[in-house]
């Protein structure tokens, strides 16, 4: 038996008997109006915010994201070295608009079974008027307390990193003891940024930082934090900027902190200069010594400022890297 090809007459026929059917459906989808900046931070506010949960070997990881926020001309924060039209081809080549950009924020938990080990704690309360700093929530909706964490690593010292290790004056991690570079430390608490473009940031790890300097473990490369998680330095987008090698039954995964802040911008071409880099040069250097072992040794890497979950890896490309969002490698 033949069955009858529906002409494009037969099919809108169709189509009008259902919205003939449900006509309130039709209306209401009419009738929604398009939300505007403001109205979207409050939509956001009301929305429990985005998680990640995947298993590395015997550990969990449970990736937050502490919010996101359009950031302005991408020119003028990387490629600070190139033209704007240079940097905004490369945005167009990878379907991305050329006049702004996203910088997201991924703080990281590792639960090893023994310790409860967080890197990272967002923007706290100094970004909440802007929809940001809600770690604790998204630890909440993946069952973690701030009590339950009994180790804070700090990459590095920058506001965005730190803002959110004290809550109204008191730690908000109150069982934790805490893991830092000594390098980045001793800088940040230096009186010598006192009339510098440095000034701020050591006015936040004096308020941030150093009320817990008691219970802090300084450390530098190679360094172990728990078993599993070792320290290697990473200088140049801060003074004693770490990253952090985890490992557990035959499993890898790098956190690379700021090591590279955009996944187009930044791995596609290392050499360019970004804004935020303290030194520039050493920067660039490191991006591509971390950027060039993941991929040759096809290592997963966790990037506090990549795309949500922030997870992924890096190919090798004549000028720099590709980055590849993990799928299901970890369900396996």
Not at 221 to 229: F, N, R
Not at 263 to 286: C, G, H, I, N, Y
Request: a negative charge.
């Amino acid at each position: 038996m033949t069955m009858p090809i529906l002409g494009r007459r037969a099919l809108l026929g169709s189509a009008g008997l259902g919205m003939l059917a449900a006509p309130g459906i039709v209306r209401a989808q009419a009738a929604a109006p398009v939300a505007q900046d403001t109205t979207r931070l409050e939509i956001n506010r009301a929305m429990p915010p985005e998680t990640h949960r995947f298993t590395l070997g015997d550990f969990e990881v449970f990736v937050v994201k502490d919010g996101a926020r359009p950031s302005g001309a991408p020119n003028e924060t990387f490629g600070t070295n190139k033209s704007a039209a240079d940097v905004a081809a490369l945005l167009e080549e990878n379907f991305l608009p050329p006049e702004n950009f996203v910088n997201s924020f991924a703080p990281t938990l590792v639960n090893t079974g023994s310790d409860v080990v967080l890197f990272d704690t967002g923007l706290g309360p100094g970004g909440r008027a802007q929809g940001l700093g809600r770690l604790v929530e998204g630890l909440a909706a993946g069952g973690y307390s701030p009590e339950d964490v009994t180790v804070v690593v700090i990459t590095h010292m920058h506001g965005d990193h730190i803002g959110g290790l004290m809550e109204d004056g008191k730690p908000t991690f109150p069982n934790a003891r805490y893991v830092a570079g000594q390098v980045e430390y001793d800088f940040w608490t230096d009186t010598a940024r006192v009339g510098t473009p440095a000034e701020n940031g050591h006015k936040g790890v004096l308020a941030n930082v150093q009320p817990l300097a008691e219970k802090m473990t300084f450390i530098g490369d190679g360094a172990e934090v728990v078993s599993g998680i070792t320290g290697m330095a990473a200088f140049g987008h801060s003074p004693g900027h770490m990253i952090f090698n985890i490992e557990s039954a035959g499993r890898r995964l790098v956190l690379t902190a700021d090591t590279a802040n955009h996944f187009v911008l930044s791995l596609q071409r290392p050499d360019w200069e970004v804004r935020f880099d303290m030194d520039k040069e050493a920067a660039a250097e490191t991006r591509k010594k971390v950027f060039d072992m993941l991929a040759t040794d096809k290592v997963a890497f966790l990037g506090y400022h990549m795309p949500f979950p922030a997870v992924g890896y890096v190919e090798k490309q004549e000028t720099g890297y590709r980055f590849v969002p993990k799928s299901y490698q970890f369900e396996l």
